[in-house]
């Protein structure tokens, strides 16, 4: 680079790093979900990833990436910022070693050597004629603006970096806006809102058979929109939605409530009772509960107006609905034995963690559906599910998608072409194929969306017939328990297997199998969270009063070893 841009960005760096000094003690670690901390501490780190950011679409010849600055469903008073990659995924995990120590530099100048060493690693040419751009979102947090100020004096710091505030947006909204940024189609808001408006009310409820649909409760849905973005996104398109009857609830305006208290899918799966802003009046209807920032959907029902425990439809049935409906399609594509005589086979996929309960898998399996398991955290899933033709995944939490590969998507594409131009137009497999077209544009295909989930399961839901009854009924969930332990070292513990087994200390795992040996349907196993410093424990059996002894037990031996 010519000597006087190299002076140029060595002056910018060295600036911002000093705009930006890291308050003594901080540690930023970029685990499952970017960095996370308290929304006061976090300028230094929202900016270091803005340069993150900027470095990476230099790296990757000027494609837009992400930033999303959230704390998803955690407290208020949380923030965070995640990266996302020009596919709209989550950021190639290669660069976390380099987000880690670019977020712990000490002081300006080891973070210009930073960057500096890490460009000349990866082959990245600074202060040449590059260019960036980096998409920016933020959540309805009170500190997303000051930090969106620290991400863009980051981003600027890289010479030819170009920022775009995208606004308030939900999670999945920005990932949707960077993936079709990159294809080259249309990637506002509104756009996003037009393609999840239309392929739901113009394409997938068209396909709903004539004699299902239900009536008027089947169509009703209440929505917990944890007093965050995501309700406010569907009070804006609601009203468009023909064919459902939507009412929000924490819909995060003025005076409803705060962020994720008391409300939202983590608090309603975790807790399994009814979130705040509910009533005994909403005993038996459909009700949804999204996450701070709308990647996640749980759905439940208030079971009776005595108490307020749930009935819960979590990740893992949301899955089995959504494998159940892709399935019946292929099948009808495949063994229709129509005069038109196309087949499609197609490699389906499913994808799920060790915290899936064993009813859902064991569900999936004998339906003949292929289950595969990854390590927890979306960034896993979702790489296994791109392996597949259609790959579904979902963790137990409810952040999940499904993703339809180019290639599948276009012989699906010229199946429905020639279905329609003959004789076979309405008949059972182009209406087939019509639904697998319908279900790729309507679901989010760049990450985990609770908006784009909710349609599609509405969607499915008509089109079965299917009461929430129904559905909750798929099958019965193996009792579970889950524990956190506080132990002074958790990365002293080593998994392997998918998370399942633990390979140190080997005589952890010993005691693990003995005490699951006593139990039933047992199934135990231990990790280190990636985003708390605890070890977790789950623990499934044929009684609740056996998981939670096989829980506790476990439990006791990691305190034991660990201490
Ligand atoms: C058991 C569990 O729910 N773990 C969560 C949690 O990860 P841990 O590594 O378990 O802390 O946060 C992740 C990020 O949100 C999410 O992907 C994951 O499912
Ligand atoms: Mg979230």
Redesign the pocket.
Known sequence: MAANQEREQRRRLLDVASRFPLPSGCRFSYG??GFRADGATMAPAVCRAGILAALRSVKLAGAAVGIVITA?HNPVGDNGVKIADPDGGMMAQHWEPFADALANAPDPDALLQLVLQFAKDEGISLGGHHTAQVLLGRDTRPTGEYLLDAALQGINAIVGAHAIDMGILTTPQLHWMVRSKNKGIKASESDYFTQLIDSFSRHMLELVPKDKGGDELAKKLIVDGANGIGGVKLEQIKAELSGIDINVRNSGKEGEGILNHMCGADFVQKERVTPHGFSPEDVGVRCASLDGDADRLVYFRMSSASDNKVDLVDGDKILSLFALFIREQLDIINNNGSQVNKSMPARLGIVQTA?ANGASTQFLKNHGLEVVFTP???KYLHKKALEYDIGIYF?A?G?GTIVFSEDFLSQLQSLSNELSSDAANGSAQYRAAMRLMAASQLINQAVGDALSGLLLVEAILQYKGWSFQNWCELYSDLPSRQLKVKVIDRSSIVTTEAETKVSQPSSLQELIDKETANCAHGRCFVRP????DVV?VYAEASTQVEADSLARSVAHHVEHHLG
């Open positions: 499952t979900a998803s915290y927890t955290g979306v963790e939490n952040h969270s990636g985003t708390e977790r």
